[in-house]
C-alpha cells in the first residue's frame, strides 16, 4: 500500500479550487475529461468522508470556494447535451464509433455530479450556499422524478439481458437508461435535503417547489408507482445499491430507503410552517394528498414515528374545504441556467455534434489507451480501503468510539453526551440508516 496516492487534504483544495463551467462545445475534451476525473476523486473522498463519519473536507471546501453553483451548472449542462446533441450525434452518417468509451464517460458525468451532490447536500450550509441555483436544481430533480412517474409501468432497462449481438452503441443507450433510472433515484435524495431546509428557502424556491411543480402531488404518485420496487417470478424486488435485490417475506413489511426519502420530503413539504403558509390545498390537491392514508399503517408508523403529525395533518385536511386557487404576489424568479444555455446555442445541435464527432469522440487508440488507463487509476478502491481509520469514529467528535447507536447500529459514539448532541441531526437519517445496514 505504500505507493498509494491518496487525495490529501491539500489536493482536495485544488481540486475544488479548480472546478469550472464548461461551453457544451467543450465536453468530451481534454481538459473537461480531466475535471470529470477531478469530479470522480472528490465524490469517492466525499463518500468515504461521510461513510466513517470523519469530518468533512469536501464539502466545506466546495462551500467556501463557492463552488456547489458550478457543480449544478456542469449538471444541468451535461443533461441538455445528452437531450440536444446525443441524439444528432447518433444520426450523422460518420458517427460509427468502434469504442464507445469517451461518449460513456460523457453520459456517466451526469451520474458522478449527482452522487456527488447527494452526499453533501445532507449539510444545510451546502444547499445555503447553492444560492440561486438551488432553483435550477429544483427544476432538475422535478424534471427526473416527473420521468419516473411517467416510466412507471414500463419493463425495467435492467431487465435485458445482454446479448452477444449489441453494438457498442447499442450497449451505449442501454447502459445509458440505466444510468438515467439511477440518476433519477439519486434526485430523490437531493430533493429530500433541500426540503430538509424549507423554512429558510427563498419565497421564489418555495413558491417554485409548492406552486409551479407540485411537489407533494407528484410525491405522492412516486408513492403509489413505487418505481425501485417490482414484482419478478411472483418475489417482491427492490432497487439498492446500483441493482435489483429479491426482498425475503419478512423483510417486505420494512420501509425502503427510497420511500423513506418520500416520507421524509412529503412531512417537510407538508408540516413545515412557513411551507403550509405557501401551499394552496385545492381540490385537486387535497384529493392527491388524501391517499396517503392508505399508506400509513401501523408498521409504517412503528419506523418512522413522526409521520404521526402527518397522519394527523390528513386527518385535518379530510374535514376542511379546499382553497380557492390564489396568486401570491411575488416577485417570481425564474430558474436560468437552463434557458441560457439553450438560447446561446439554439441551432447549434448539429454543428456541435459534428464538431465533437471530429475533435472529441474520434480518439487515437493511444488516446484510447491513456485515457482508460486514467480512468483506471481514478476508480482504484484500494485507495479507499487505504484511507479507511482502524476503528469507528464519534459521529459527533470524531474521537475513537465505543458505543452505537441503539437503533440503527450505525453510527457511533464515544459518550452519551455526544449522542445526545448529535441526535438532532441523525434522527431522520436513523431509520434509513437501518435499512441500509440490514440490506447489506
Known amino acids: 500500500m505504500g505507493d498509494l496516492e491518496l487525495l490529501l487534504p491539500g489536493e482536495a483544495d485544488v481540486l475544488v479550487r479548480g472546478l469550472r463551467s464548461f461551453p457544451l462545445r467543450e465536453i468530451g475534451t481534454e481538459g473537461w475529461n480531466r475535471q470529470h476525473e477531478n469530479l470522480e476523486k472528490l465524490n469517492m473522498q466525499a463518500i468515504l468522508d461521510a ?13 467556501t470556494h463557492g463552488k456547489v453553483p458550478t457543480l449544478v451548472a456542469e449538471l444541468i449542462s451535461v443533461q441538455l447535451w445528452k437531450q440536444k446533441v446525443f441524439p444528432v450525434l447518433c444520426m450523422l452518417d460518420d458517427f460509427k464509433p468502434q469504442n464507445t468509451f469517451p461518449i460513456y464517460m460523457v453520459v456517466h458525468h ?69 444510468m438515467e433510472f439511477e440518476i433519477a433515484l439519486k434526485a430523490l435524495s437531493v430533493l429530500r435535503y ?8 427563498p419565497l421564489s424556491v418555495l413558491s417554485r417547489m409548492l406552486s409551479t411543480h407540485n411537489l407533494p402531488c407528484l410525491l405522492v404518485e412516486l408513492l403509489e408507482h413505487s418505481p425501485w420496487s417490482r414484482r419478478e417470478g411472483g418475489k417482491l424486488q427492490r432497487f439498492e445499491g446500483g441493482r435489483w435485490h429479491t426482498v425475503a417475506p419478512s423483510e417486505q413489511q420494512k420501509l425502503s430507503k427510497l420511500d423513506g426519502q418520500v416520507w421524509l ?71 436560468e441556467i437552463w434557458e441560457q444555455l439553450e438560447r446561446e446555442n439554439k441551432g447549434k445541435w448539429q454543428a456541435i455534434a459534428k464538431h465533437q464527432l471530429q475533435h472529441v469522440f474520434s480518439p487515437s487508440e493511444k488516446d484510447l489507451r491513456l485515457q482508460a488507463a486514467r480512468w483506471a487509476e481514478t476508480y482504484r478502491l484500494d485507495v479507499l480501503e487505504a484511507m479507511a481509520p482502524d476503528g469507528p469514529r464519534c459521529g ?45
Request: net charge negative.
Open 396 to 440: 459527533y467528535c470524531s474521537a475513537g468510539a465505543t458505543k452505537r447507536c441503539s437503533r440503527c447500529r450505525k453510527e457511533w459514539y464515544c459518550c452519551r453526551e455526544c449522542q445526545v448532541k448529535h441526535w438532532e441531526k441523525h434522527k431522520k437519517v436513523c431509520v434509513l440508516a437501518t435499512q441500509d445496514d440490514r440490506a447489506k
Open 265 to 335: 420530503a412529503l412531512y417537510n413539504l407538508l408540516l413545515s410552517p412557513e411551507a403550509r403558509s405557501h401551499y394552496c390545498l385545492t381540490s385537486f390537491a387535497k384529493g392527491q394528498l388524501l391517499k396517503l392514508r392508505a399508506f400509513l399503517t401501523d408498521t409504517l408508523l412503528d419506523q418512522l414515528p413522526n409521520l404521526a403529525d402527518l397522519q394527523g395533518f390528513l386527518a385535518h385536511l379530510a374535514l376542511v374545504e379546499p382553497q380557492p386557487l390564489k396568486k401570491d404576489l411575488v416577485l417570481e424568479q425564474i430558474p
Open 110 to 178: 451526469e451520474a458522478s455530479i449527482i452522487n456527488l451532490l447527494e452526499t453533501v447536500f445532507f449539510h444545510k450550509e451546502v444547499c445555503e450556499s447553492a444560492e440561486d441555483t438551488v432553483l435550477d436544481l429544483v427544476d432538475y430533480c422535478h424534471r427526473k422524478l416527473a420521468m419516473l412517474v411517467s416510466r412507471s409501468g414500463q419493463s425495467s432497462p435492467l431487465e435485458e439481458e445482454n446479448s452477444q449481438d449489441t453494438t457498442p452503441m447499442q450497449e451505449l443507450q442501454k447502459q445509458a437508461e440505466l
Open 51 to 63: 461513510t466513517v463519519s470523519q469530518s468533512e473536507p469536501i464539502q466545506e471546501l466546495l462551500v
Open 194 to 201: 433541500i426540503t430538509d431546509c424549507v423554512d429558510s428557502l
